[in-house]
């Protein structure tokens, strides 16, 4: 006769947090509601870590303002955001643009028809000759474009 030995880990021990400024305090504040593998899985900067804390907060998180703030940063830090790829306007295609600039399915159209027509895209400025697309579109986003 086979036996098999069963053992049962509250969930939270499974994560290994890097040591740091603010572990202790991620552990203890953020395990009040859940286990700790759903706090770390998003991945986000500095400005939206401290927007899922405020929400936390308002939800019931209790903490103190300097364990909060603890908290903002080790996470920041330790789990951050992926930067956002830029999008190449010369190759991308119409989901992409509507996507990557919000733009209308008609406006990215429109994008990929000028590029077409005219040839790559040299410059931001190319862009205010597409017409039935607003340049204020690309201009908002341009730090996101790659020619």
Known sequence: MKFALLLVLPLGMFAQLPDGPGKQE???LCTQCHEIERALSPRQDHEAWQATINKMTTLGLRGSDDDLKLVVDYLAKNYPGEPIPKLNVNTATAIQFESALSLKRSESAAVIEYRAKNGNFKSIDDFKNV???????FQAKKDRLAF
């Not at 017409?131 to 579109?137: A, T, Y």
């Open 131 to 137: 017409p039935g697309v607003p340049f204020e579109k």
């Open 26 to 28: 991620t552990q203890k």
